[in-house]
């Protein structure tokens, strides 16, 4: 039962994973095992008034050697008529001088993003940069979802049909 399962759940996971990708990530669906919620970056929810707050970005999973932060360069803009815009999240590499990139992200469900997690290690997770890949440690409050769970319960809507 548990080999029908996997069969049917690789078959799901490639298209639609393909159709949720954030243009240009690079990411293959094989890479990715989950999105990684961060309330510290993004809030609970779209238009979200919360307290940023930096992650901090490590060459391996027992930390040692920080190699840069992510952080909010941008908070969001609130309109006088309602909604929101405008959450610029930066990846600020030590190597590159602190020269913000985009943080690669896909939805885990309506206007909810997360990072791309590539590996989990305890409660270290190593999440997609472009061009490659860090080392986090985060809050309390972040929110893992693993891949079969959002092809289950969150991301069917996202297939052609």
């Given at each position: 039962?548990?080999?029908?399962?996997?069969?049917?759940?690789?078959?799901?996971?490639?298209?639609?994973?393909?159709?949720?990708?954030?243009?240009?990530?690079?990411?293959?669906?094989?890479?990715?095992?989950?999105l990684l919620a961060l309330p510290?970056?993004?809030?609970?929810?779209?238009?979200?008034?919360?307290?940023?707050?930096?992650?901090?970005?490590?060459?391996?999973?027992?930390?040692?050697?920080?190699?840069?932060?992510?952080?909010?360069?941008?908070?969001?803009?609130?309109?006088?008529?309602?909604?929101?815009?405008?959450?610029?999240?930066?990846?600020?590499?030590?190597?590159?001088?602190?020269?913000?990139?985009?943080?690669?992200?896909?939805?885990?469900?309506?206007?909810?993003?997360?990072?791309?997690?590539?590996?989990?290690?305890?409660d270290r997770f190593k999440i997609?940069?472009?061009?490659?890949?860090?080392?986090?440690?985060?809050?309390?409050?972040?929110?893992f979802h693993p891949v079969e769970?959002?092809?289950?319960?969150?991301?069917?809507?996202?297939?052609?049909?």
């Amino acid at each position: 039962m548990n080999a029908m399962r996997a069969v049917v759940l690789s078959a799901l996971v490639v298209p639609v994973l393909a159709m949720s990708s954030t243009a240009g990530d690079n990411v293959r669906p094989d890479q990715l095992i989950g999105l990684l919620a961060l309330p510290q970056l993004f809030g609970n929810g779209p238009c979200d008034r919360f307290e940023a707050h930096s992650l901090t970005l490590y060459a391996s999973p027992d930390g040692g050697t920080v190699i840069g932060e992510v952080r909010v360069d941008a908070p969001w803009t609130f309109h006088d008529v309602g909604g929101c815009a405008g959450l610029e999240i930066g990846v600020h590499l030590e190597a590159s001088g602190g020269i913000a990139t985009p943080l690669p992200i896909r939805e885990y469900g309506y206007e909810e993003p997360g990072a791309i997690v590539l590996a989990k290690k305890g409660d270290r997770f190593k999440i997609k940069l472009e061009g490659g890949a860090a080392w986090v440690a985060p809050r309390a409050d972040a929110r893992f979802h693993p891949v079969e769970t959002l092809v289950a319960d969150r991301l069917s809507y996202l297939t052609e049909a």
